[in-house]
Protein backbone atom coordinates (compact mmCIF):
# COMPACT_ATOMS: atom_id res chain seq x y z
CA UNK A 1 0.00 0.00 0.00
CA UNK A 2 1.14 3.48 -1.06
CA UNK A 3 1.28 6.34 1.68
CA UNK A 4 2.76 8.16 4.40
CA UNK A 5 4.48 6.91 7.44
CA UNK A 6 5.73 8.43 10.46
CA UNK A 7 8.01 7.43 13.24
CA UNK A 8 7.46 7.04 16.40
CA UNK A 9 3.59 7.41 17.30
CA UNK A 10 5.20 9.01 20.69
CA UNK A 11 8.24 10.42 21.74
CA UNK A 12 9.40 11.89 24.78
CA UNK A 13 12.74 13.78 25.25
CA UNK A 14 14.32 15.31 28.48
CA UNK A 15 15.23 18.99 28.07
CA UNK A 16 18.67 19.69 26.18
CA UNK A 17 18.28 17.08 24.11
CA UNK A 18 18.11 16.94 19.99
CA UNK A 19 15.62 14.51 18.55
CA UNK A 20 14.79 13.68 14.89
CA UNK A 21 11.52 12.60 13.71
CA UNK A 22 11.05 10.12 10.53
CA UNK A 23 8.62 10.52 7.60
CA UNK A 24 8.90 8.26 4.52
CA UNK A 25 6.67 8.29 1.42
CA UNK A 26 6.23 5.88 -1.30
CA UNK A 27 4.10 7.78 -3.31
CA UNK A 28 6.72 9.29 -5.83
CA UNK A 29 5.67 12.42 -4.31
CA UNK A 30 8.17 15.48 -4.78
CA UNK A 31 7.25 17.67 -2.27
CA UNK A 32 7.24 17.01 1.26
CA UNK A 33 6.22 19.36 4.38
CA UNK A 34 7.08 19.23 8.00
CA UNK A 35 3.77 20.90 10.50
CA UNK A 36 3.19 21.55 14.07
CA UNK A 37 -0.03 20.98 15.79
CA UNK A 38 -1.29 22.65 19.23
CA UNK A 39 -3.85 22.79 20.76
CA UNK A 40 -6.67 24.61 19.76
CA UNK A 41 -4.49 26.15 16.76
CA UNK A 42 -4.28 25.62 13.03
CA UNK A 43 -1.09 23.44 11.84
CA UNK A 44 2.13 25.45 11.22
CA UNK A 45 4.34 24.78 9.04
CA UNK A 46 7.75 24.13 9.92
CA UNK A 47 9.80 23.36 6.72
CA UNK A 48 8.96 22.68 3.06
CA UNK A 49 10.69 20.59 0.28
CA UNK A 50 9.64 20.80 -3.22
CA UNK A 51 12.72 18.77 -4.46
CA UNK A 52 15.83 16.17 -3.21
CA UNK A 53 18.59 18.27 -2.06
CA UNK A 54 16.18 21.50 -1.53
CA UNK A 55 14.14 22.72 1.19
CA UNK A 56 12.75 26.28 2.37
CA UNK A 57 12.28 27.61 5.65
CA UNK A 58 7.87 27.71 6.69
CA UNK A 59 6.43 29.84 9.13
CA UNK A 60 8.17 28.29 12.64
CA UNK A 61 11.60 27.08 11.62
CA UNK A 62 13.47 28.02 14.42
CA UNK A 63 15.04 25.67 16.56
CA UNK A 64 14.19 22.92 13.51
CA UNK A 65 16.38 21.61 10.57
CA UNK A 66 15.81 18.83 7.69
CA UNK A 67 17.17 16.89 5.49
CA UNK A 68 15.92 15.71 1.99
CA UNK A 69 18.88 13.63 0.80
CA UNK A 70 16.55 10.84 -0.38
CA UNK A 71 13.22 11.48 -2.81
CA UNK A 72 10.86 9.41 -0.01
CA UNK A 73 12.17 11.05 3.70
CA UNK A 74 12.51 14.38 4.97
CA UNK A 75 13.35 13.97 8.40
CA UNK A 76 12.87 16.74 11.28
CA UNK A 77 15.45 17.07 13.74
CA UNK A 78 13.81 19.25 16.81
CA UNK A 79 16.78 20.86 18.56
CA UNK A 80 17.24 22.04 21.90
CA UNK A 81 16.90 25.62 20.71
CA UNK A 82 13.40 25.07 20.41
CA UNK A 83 11.94 26.64 23.36
CA UNK A 84 8.27 24.74 23.38
CA UNK A 85 8.73 21.50 21.53
CA UNK A 86 5.70 19.78 23.23
CA UNK A 87 3.71 19.49 20.14
CA UNK A 88 1.84 17.05 17.28
CA UNK A 89 3.93 16.73 14.47
CA UNK A 90 2.64 16.38 11.11
CA UNK A 91 4.41 15.15 7.98
CA UNK A 92 3.02 15.45 4.56
CA UNK A 93 3.36 14.96 0.85
CA UNK A 94 2.03 16.23 -2.48
CA UNK A 95 2.84 15.26 -6.22
CA UNK A 96 4.11 18.35 -6.90
CA UNK A 97 4.80 21.80 -4.66
CA UNK A 98 4.64 24.10 -8.08
CA UNK A 99 1.56 23.00 -8.77
CA UNK A 100 -1.72 25.58 -8.37
CA UNK A 101 -3.80 22.56 -7.09
CA UNK A 102 -2.11 20.98 -4.37
CA UNK A 103 -3.48 18.38 -2.17
CA UNK A 104 -1.33 17.56 0.65
CA UNK A 105 -1.60 13.73 2.00
CA UNK A 106 -0.62 13.42 5.62
CA UNK A 107 0.92 10.92 8.01
CA UNK A 108 -0.43 9.69 11.23
CA UNK A 109 2.08 11.91 12.98
CA UNK A 110 4.38 12.39 15.86
CA UNK A 111 3.42 13.16 19.09
CA UNK A 112 7.08 14.86 21.16
CA UNK A 113 6.35 15.48 24.93
CA UNK A 114 9.33 17.70 26.55
CA UNK A 115 9.75 16.18 29.84
CA UNK B 1 -7.23 39.55 10.57
CA UNK B 2 -6.04 35.69 10.17
CA UNK B 3 -5.49 34.55 6.35
CA UNK B 4 -7.80 31.39 7.25
CA UNK B 5 -10.62 32.08 9.70
CA UNK B 6 -13.25 29.51 10.74
CA UNK B 7 -16.20 29.59 14.06
CA UNK B 8 -14.37 27.12 16.34
CA UNK B 9 -17.89 25.49 16.70
CA UNK B 10 -18.73 23.31 18.18
CA UNK B 11 -22.18 22.32 15.83
CA UNK B 12 -24.17 20.06 17.84
CA UNK B 13 -26.72 18.57 15.58
CA UNK B 14 -28.93 14.84 15.60
CA UNK B 15 -28.62 12.70 13.21
CA UNK B 16 -29.79 12.89 9.93
CA UNK B 17 -29.80 17.16 10.24
CA UNK B 18 -28.05 19.13 7.89
CA UNK B 19 -25.19 21.59 8.61
CA UNK B 20 -23.04 24.03 7.12
CA UNK B 21 -19.90 25.43 7.92
CA UNK B 22 -18.25 28.72 6.62
CA UNK B 23 -14.49 29.69 6.26
CA UNK B 24 -13.06 32.80 5.12
CA UNK B 25 -9.98 33.91 3.54
CA UNK B 26 -7.98 36.80 3.06
CA UNK B 27 -5.76 36.72 0.19
CA UNK B 28 -7.49 37.55 -2.59
CA UNK B 29 -4.78 35.65 -4.79
CA UNK B 30 -5.39 32.47 -3.31
CA UNK B 31 -5.80 30.00 -6.02
CA UNK B 32 -7.26 26.42 -4.87
CA UNK B 33 -9.12 25.71 -1.71
CA UNK B 34 -9.90 22.64 0.58
CA UNK B 35 -12.06 20.81 3.59
CA UNK B 36 -9.75 18.38 5.03
CA UNK B 37 -11.26 16.50 8.14
CA UNK B 38 -9.60 15.58 11.23
CA UNK B 39 -10.81 12.92 13.85
CA UNK B 40 -9.48 13.62 17.60
CA UNK B 41 -5.57 12.67 17.72
CA UNK B 42 -5.66 12.13 13.72
CA UNK B 43 -3.94 13.11 11.05
CA UNK B 44 -6.14 15.45 8.95
CA UNK B 45 -7.69 13.58 5.97
CA UNK B 46 -8.79 15.23 2.32
CA UNK B 47 -12.31 15.44 2.18
CA UNK B 48 -12.89 17.45 -0.93
CA UNK B 49 -11.23 19.89 -2.95
CA UNK B 50 -13.08 23.07 -3.87
CA UNK B 51 -14.06 24.23 -7.20
CA UNK B 52 -15.04 27.77 -8.88
CA UNK B 53 -18.33 26.05 -9.93
CA UNK B 54 -18.68 23.99 -6.88
CA UNK B 55 -18.77 20.15 -6.21
CA UNK B 56 -20.87 17.62 -4.84
CA UNK B 57 -19.98 14.15 -3.27
CA UNK B 58 -22.29 12.30 -1.85
CA UNK B 59 -23.69 14.07 1.33
CA UNK B 60 -20.83 16.73 0.94
CA UNK B 61 -21.35 19.69 -0.83
CA UNK B 62 -18.45 22.57 -1.70
CA UNK B 63 -18.96 25.76 -2.47
CA UNK B 64 -16.76 28.72 -3.20
CA UNK B 65 -17.60 32.67 -3.83
CA UNK B 66 -14.39 34.31 -4.62
CA UNK B 67 -16.46 38.30 -4.54
CA UNK B 68 -16.84 37.42 -1.01
CA UNK B 69 -13.85 35.30 -0.36
CA UNK B 70 -15.68 32.68 1.50
CA UNK B 71 -15.88 28.94 0.70
CA UNK B 72 -18.94 26.45 2.36
CA UNK B 73 -18.61 22.93 3.39
CA UNK B 74 -22.68 21.59 3.54
CA UNK B 75 -23.32 17.71 5.32
CA UNK B 76 -26.79 16.57 4.51
CA UNK B 77 -28.33 13.63 6.38
CA UNK B 78 -25.79 14.09 9.41
CA UNK B 79 -24.23 10.48 10.45
CA UNK B 80 -22.46 9.74 14.02
CA UNK B 81 -19.27 9.11 12.08
CA UNK B 82 -19.70 13.00 10.75
CA UNK B 83 -18.62 13.93 14.24
CA UNK B 84 -15.22 15.36 13.75
CA UNK B 85 -13.08 18.29 13.43
CA UNK B 86 -13.21 20.48 9.76
CA UNK B 87 -10.48 21.92 8.52
CA UNK B 88 -10.02 24.96 6.28
CA UNK B 89 -7.46 25.11 3.86
CA UNK B 90 -6.08 27.79 1.45
CA UNK B 91 -3.47 27.29 -1.00
CA UNK B 92 -1.92 31.11 -0.70
CA UNK B 93 -0.14 30.48 -4.24
CA UNK B 94 3.17 30.67 -2.68
CA UNK B 95 3.52 26.72 -2.93
CA UNK B 96 2.24 26.46 0.70
CA UNK B 97 -1.30 25.65 2.66
CA UNK B 98 -3.09 27.73 4.95
CA UNK B 99 -4.97 25.78 7.72
CA UNK B 100 -7.91 27.10 9.59
CA UNK B 101 -8.27 26.28 13.23
CA UNK B 102 -11.11 24.08 12.74
CA UNK B 103 -14.84 23.81 12.87
CA UNK B 104 -15.80 21.07 15.57
CA UNK B 105 -18.94 18.41 14.93
CA UNK B 106 -20.72 17.25 16.90
CA UNK B 107 -23.60 14.47 15.68
CA UNK B 108 -25.67 13.36 17.99
CA UNK B 109 -28.21 10.11 18.13
Known sequence: DGGITQ??????RKEGQNVTLSCEQNLNHDAM???RQDPGQG???IYYSQIVNDFQKGDIAE?????REKKESFPLTVTSAQKNPTAFYLCASSISGRRSVNEQFFGPGT????? | RKEVEQDPGPFNVPEGATVAFNCTYSNSASQSFFWYRQDCRKEPKLLMSVYSSGNEDGRFT?????????ISLLIRDSKLSDSATY???VNTGFQKLVFGTGTRLLVSP
Request: proline residues 3%; charged residues 10%; glycine residues 2%.
Open chain 1, 7 to 12: SPKYLF
Open chain 1, 33 to 35: YWY
Open chain 1, 43 to 45: LRL
Open chain 1, 63 to 67: GYSVS
Open chain 1, 111 to 115: RLTVL
Open chain 2, 62 to 70: AQLNRASQY
Open chain 2, 87 to 89: LCV
